[in-house]
């Protein structure tokens, strides 16, 4: 199948989705997750209507985004993110920042961007799953780090990510999501100054249960470029 006709497919389901959490389309933000895809085929994602694209390693981000030009509306990161690699990172600047989940990480964050005169707006990764295998602040110390993001003048805390569990088992997935919901609630209710406004949550397998759950911008990948070459995919 086409991208154009897999995108086509895959609002429908949003649209449906999103009527059944009571919400409209334009309520949730859509992130095409464009990693291990090569640029031509982003081309054809955004002629076909992407305007948020999403990927995970910085230096693919670097290869690939300066080839696609200002075609797209917003460019996400949503890897992990290594100290090391936060500079060509910025330089890139991605309008959101998916995937912040340890203190080292903030402060040095948060410095970089002292230093090149930017706010720059993120999420805080929990792991509500408990598996090892993901990154995320765990929900215990998430009010925490959150307090910690907050005394940053450079970065705006604007919600909460995280990879829902890998598992067929709904109700255990409506667990990783609700989860995040409540955390965004937990951290609101301490710091009403805040501005939570993203709940990203959803990727190609749960989305729609996401969506139900509170979830305002999804990370889809598979079900619009399909799948991904197995050797490129590494986490
Ligand atoms: C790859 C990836 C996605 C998209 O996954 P699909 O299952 O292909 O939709 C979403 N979020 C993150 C963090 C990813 O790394």
């Known amino acids: 199948m086409e991208i154009k006709s897999r995108l086509h497919d895959v609002e429908a389901k949003l649209a449906k989705a999103a009527e059944k ?112 295998s993901k990154f995320g602040v765990s929900p215990e110390d998430a009010l925490e780090l959150a307090a910690a993001i907050r005394e940053c003048d450079n970065l705006i805390l604007k919600g909460l990510m995280t990879i829902g569990r890998f598992t067929q088992d709904e109700r255990a997935l409506r667990e990783s999501f609700s989860c995040l919901r409540e955390l965004k609630e937990l951290i609101k209710s301490n710091y009403p100054d805040l501005d939570l406004k993203w709940l990203s949550m959803g990727m190609s397998n749960d989305f729609e249960i996401a969506i139900e759950e509170g979830a305002n911008l999804v990370r889809l990948g598979t079900v619009i470029f399909g799948q991904r070459a197995c050797a490129l995919e590494k986490k």
């Open 21 to 132: 959490a009571g919400k409209k389309r334009e309520d949730i933000k859509l992130l095409a997750v464009t990693k291990t895809h090569n640029v031509d085929e982003i081309k054809t994602g955004i002629e076909a209507g992407i305007e948020y694209i999403g990927e995970n390693k910085v230096q693919e981000a670097a290869d690939k985004l300066p080839l696609l030009k200002a075609a797209y509306k917003e460019f996400h990161f949503i890897g992990h993110l290594q100290t090391n690699k936060i500079n060509k990172l910025l330089r890139l600047r991605p309008a959101l920042i998916h995937s912040i989940d340890n203190l080292h990480l903030v402060e040095q964050l948060n410095s970089k961007c002292a230093k090149m005169s930017i706010n720059q707006e993120i999420l805080l990764q929990v792991n509500t799953s408990g598996e090892e």
